[in-house]
């Protein structure tokens, strides 16, 4: 198992600075000839790809249970609990490859890494400078609007060292009432038993384990109002996102995925 997990962590170094860097500076040479929105559509598109590859690297089985409530008509804010580094290419392994990820800023100082999330029309906060975050959202929705896609937002804001659930931020929140994208709760189980909070060395993947993805009830933001609902929209949304976790072990039929290599260029 340890050999698998240094496969996956080599995997994911490779596609991001070795066969990232020339579509990087292909996205980048052809940016005065090609509309910024095909440029974000392509990067995008790699993202997947490389994503899938770690979950393909990794031999790990998903259950996903309920993916029948993704219209794939539709644009959502997708809100997902966070508790490993899997959980990113485990939900992106049923999304659509054209949303729009809820980051922070601190990944963009990452070489060719940050770039990508620069280019590639992800909404980076700064946590800790409330005046630009606003200022983010705020460009954020009026690109959306200009350009419709989903939105994927971890709101804990970091991973939690166990399956319990952080407090959730209001930012993404925030975006999906002045959008008035309906907000799609998923619970993630099991990501954490299969790798952990933390990349590193020492750590192994275990294969054994399961992973299951558990999707609710669309949420409907319409005619809410940031200010008066923000904080109780906030709460349905992670008693949701705990009503499903606790709804784990009873659930049955899976939709069981197992991506081959041909998968991980596949995208919706």
Known sequence: MYLRSLWCLFNTIFHITVSGLPYLIVSILLMPFIEKIKIQKMLCYYESVYLKLILWSSGITIHVYNIEKIDRTKDYVYVCNHTSFLDIPVINSILPYWNAKICKQSL??????GWF????????INRSNTKQSIEKINNAINDIKKNPRSILLFPEGTRSCDENLLPFKTGGIVLSIKTGLPILPIAICGCHDVFGRNINLFSKINTKKTISIIIGDPIDTKNLDVITDKYN????????IYNLKQSHNNL???YKISLSLKDCFISF
């Not at 963009?108 to 890494?113: D, G, M, N």
């Not at 929209?233 to 949701?240: G, M």
């Open 108 to 113: 963009t100082y990452i070489p060719i890494f």
């Open 117 to 124: 999330i620069k280019l590639s029309g992800d909404i980076c």
């Open 233 to 240: 929209l906030t709460e349905q949304v992670k008693d949701s």
């Open 252 to 254: 049955k039929n899976p």
